[in-house]
């Protein structure tokens, strides 16, 4: 990580290191987490998998412990959804709002995590149709990089809502006091 950290500011420069971290495989543990924190401590979000499998880590949307990341999981990667991957997104769209998708160089490139389907070409189409399909289904979503939603979700999640009930109407008040809108559902 030492030697990643140093070749990064060499080619973009400090004021360029990463925000987020996606570990490889999806697989980290305490050890990996320390060093990541210790080397890079302009990373504030920790993203792996929402859904795993066996080793990999499983996260929801909050604090780690130690408090020194915040995890955003993956829920889904790639340019090509499966059938498992389009009910697992449409399931985390439908229950907290979010869809967090994850795209790496390889996808491309390896014949594995492209699922054997080559060309660009096709890798994009697929892409533009899952999403395009998404944003018309789904139009309250708003679309941010992983730096935005930090932010969002700090928002989020430290607001706290109160409701009245009255006669004719239902009043909903927030905590923080802003003119920020809360989407409701």
């Known amino acids: 990580l030492t030697i990643a950290r140093t070749e990064w500011e060499k080619l ?3 004021s360029s290191l990463p925000f987020s971290y996606v570990a490889p495989h999806n697989i980290i543990d305490k050890d990996g987490i320390d060093s990541v924190a210790k080397v890079f401590p302009s990373i504030k979000v920790l993203c792996a ?7 990999e880590l499983q996260q929801e949307f909050r604090w780690t412990k130690d408090k020194r990341f915040y995890q955003i999981p993956r829920i889904s990667s790639g ?3 499966s059938s498992v991957d389009r009910f697992v997104m449409y399931d985390v769209i439908h229950n907290i709002g979010i ?17 054997g389907y080559s060309g660009w070409r096709w890798l994009k189409g697929q892409f533009n149709k899952e999403f395009s399909y998404i944003k ?8 941010m990089t992983v730096k935005d939603a930090y932010s969002e979700l700090q928002f989020y ?8 009930k009255k006669r004719k109407k239902i009043e909903i008040n927030s905590s923080d006091g802003s003119d920020k809108y809360i989407y409701l559902r």
């Open 12 to 14: 973009y420069r400090k």
């Open 49 to 55: 998998l929402y859904v795993s499998s066996q080793g």
């Open 79 to 81: 340019f090509y959804l």
């Open 99 to 115: 869809v967090s998708h994850f795209i790496h160089p390889d996808d491309v490139f390896d014949e594995h995590r492209s699922r």
């Open 136 to 143: 018309r289904q789904y139009p309250y979503l708003r679309w």
């Open 157 to 164: 999640q430290n607001t706290h809502i109160s409701i009245i």
